[in-house]
């Protein structure tokens, strides 16, 4: 099959900042050779997402149909498609093109296409005209190159947010050769972090998670972490400096990176994987006392993306959800910024 007739889908969106998302029907292009088009089933709610739609990150684009964490099953597929067969579980993450032709591209590290990467949503996509509509539908196209492969032993539901959740904790832990030994502390435990207590636990490495919520010390334990620290006071981390190698701050909050920067051991790094809103104060003398760093990283290209679909499938490996329906998205929204989930709102695409 080369072409399929141009489809009607049918989502939700946001017509504007303000008010909330709302039923929507709108077209998918025709499949191109290299195109694979599928109907979702699940379709996970990031914070990001949230952020987005309320248009806290700067101007966006309006119809919006959010969504980067989605999962399903192929229904048709381009003349030219040797990646996927009809039948196939597939998921495609945050990003669903990019310039294919520089070095990070080459690399298979397309996140940080020297052009920049095209977004699932809010953005346009490569013509520059048409408006990306994101996973909150019933339907989906893309190319095959950005479209991964999920095990068959894994719950669709739980592997929906490991698209973005997932890898973006994934690809650090991997780029900083986390393994048996390896001492790492993870800075809050909601949807990004309870994946990198998975990951780093599933790898062999002492798991501290860093909370001000004593309540999810429980799940902390059951996630695969050996301690559970409770960040209130001036001197929760005494006892802890200079204890570990890596700190994953996955916290979006403004927060004081100085307590957080004195665990690290020499040489450690922390690695800034949530986003707040305004930039942080660092010392410098923190930083010099141990040869310390600070990182950034966000999401992973196409190869680690099924690299990590790969592992979860050998671990067993999903992240905790709770499935809502599509008219739920609203309320979960509110739920999410409260941090009233464990750990992530996944939309059954069904409900559409």
Not at 88 to 113: A, P, T, W
Not at 313 to 324: A, F, L, Q
Request: charged share 20%; proline share 4%; hydrophobic share 40%.
């Amino acid at each position: 099959m080369s072409k399929s007739l141009t489809r009607s889908v049918r989502g939700y969106a946001a017509l504007d900042p303000n008010s909330g998302l709302a039923p929507y029907e709108f077209s998918r292009r025709e499949l191109n050779d290299d195109d694979i088009g599928f109907e979702i089933l699940y379709s996970g709610i990031c914070h990001s997402d949230i952020h987005q739609v309320r248009q806290e990150w700067g101007p966006a684009l309006y119809p919006m149909v959010p969504g980067h964490e989605i999962v399903g099953v192929v229904t048709e597929i381009g003349a030219a498609v040797r990646k996927f067969k009809v039948g196939d579980r597939i998921g495609v993450g945050v990003f669903i093109d990019s310039c294919r032709k520089c070095r990070n591209c080459n690399y298979g590290l397309e996140q940080y296409c020297a052009e920049g990467m095209t977004g699932t949503y809010n953005a346009l996509e490569r013509d520059g005209k048409t408006i990306a509509f994101g996973g909150y539908s019933n339907y989906f196209v893309a190319n095959e190159r950005y479209a991964v492969t999920v095990p068959n032993n894994l719950d669709l539901a739980g592997v929906a947010p490991l698209l973005c959740a997932g890898i973006t904790l994934y690809s650090p832990i991997r780029y900083w050769k986390v393994g048996k030994g390896s001492r790492v502390a993870v800075m809050g435990l909601g949807g990004l972090g309870h994946m990198g207590v998975k990951f780093a636990a599933a790898l062999g490495a002492e798991v501290t998670v860093l909370s001000h919520s004593p309540a999810k010390e429980k799940d902390a334990i059951a996630m695969g972490a050996t301690r559970f620290i409770h960040t209130k006071g001036d001197d929760w981390n005494k006892e802890l400096k200079k204890g570990f190698d890596l700190v994953l701050n996955t916290i979006s909050a403004e927060i004081d990176l100085e307590p957080y920067l004195q665990l690290l051991d020499t040489n450690g790094t922390l690695v800034v994987i949530g986003l707040p809103g305004k930039p942080y104060a660092i010392s410098a003398g923190t930083l010099l006392d141990g040869r310390r760093s600070v990182a950034g990283s966000m999401i992973g290209g196409m190869p680690e993306v099924q690299e990590m679909l790969n592992f979860c499938g050998e671990k067993d490996i999903v992240s905790d959800v709770e499935v809502i329906r599509a008219d739920y998205i609203n309320e979960a929204y509110e739920r999410t910024v409260a941090s009233d989930v464990k750990y992530r709102f996944v939309i059954d695409g069904k409900t559409f």
